[in-house]
């Protein structure tokens, strides 16, 4: 079954604003990471946050996990309309190795 | 330079035919996955190689065969297309085989079968 549920479905914003992602899970993780796809393309590493971490930063993005509440955000400061693409949150269950399960992304939409 | 690459990038073909698709990463990584991504962009792993080693094989079909000749290639062969095989199908590379490995995905082949 699937194991990331990310919300919104859906994201439509304006140049500047942020852009708040979020992403839940069920069972127990080794760590979280965040991929974005651009129309068309493969998928793109954004970052990975472990399960004894509770924030990480790289550059506009900024990561959250809530292993209490078996979820995480991803925050876009200032978007700008290259950040238009589909984002998929990603686990590594516990014991599973390198194998991530995917969510079923959110499609982010940054208007000029 | 192309670090995952992927051929063929489109593929059209009838159902009940057999195609391969290849996969070369040029970032000297140990392990690598096929991906599967439905109409919907529901993203799932179906296998993955370590050093030529099958190291994770998902409920797939077994109409569809992974081969590895070394570890910087891993092939996916389909035999008896069908209908539901029609997706983009992804290849992806990682450093080993960690749980704290980011992966490295190919552009994707669309396949579509008719």
């Known amino acids: 079954s699937q194991q990331g549920e990310e919300d919104p479905q859906a994201l439509s914003i304006q140049e500047g604003e942020n852009a708040t992602m979020n992403c839940s899970y069920k069972?127990?993780?080794?760590?979280l990471q965040w991929y974005r796809q651009n129309s068309g393309r493969g998928l793109v590493h954004l970052i990975l946050i472990r399960s004894n971490e509770r924030e990480k930063h790289s550059g506009r993005l900024r990561v959250t996990l809530d292993t209490s509440k078996k979820s995480s955000s991803l925050l876009i400061t200032a978007s700008r309309a290259a950040d238009t693409a589909s984002y998929f949150c990603a686990t590594v269950i516990t014991g599973a190795n390198s194998k991530l399960t995917f969510g079923k992304g959110i499609t982010l939409s940054v208007r000029p | 330079d192309t670090a995952v690459s992927q051929t063929p990038k489109y593929l059209v073909t009838q159902m009940g035919n057999d195609k391969s698709i290849k996969c070369e990463q040029n970032l000297g990584h140990d392990t690598m996955y096929w991906y599967k991504q439905d109409s919907k962009k529901f993203l799932k792993i179906m296998f993955s190689y370590n050093n030529k080693e099958l190291i994770i094989n998902e409920t797939v079909p077994n109409r569809f065969s992974p081969k590895s000749p070394d570890k910087a290639h891993l092939n996916l062969h389909i035999n008896s297309l069908e209908l539901g095989d029609s997706a983009v199908y992804f290849c992806?590379?990682?450093?080993?085989?960690?749980?704290?490995?980011?992966?490295?995905f190919g552009p994707g082949t669309r396949l579509t079968v008719l």
């Open positions: 992806a590379s990682s450093q080993r085989t960690s749980a704290y490995n980011e992966q490295f």
């Open positions: 069972t127990s993780i080794n760590n």
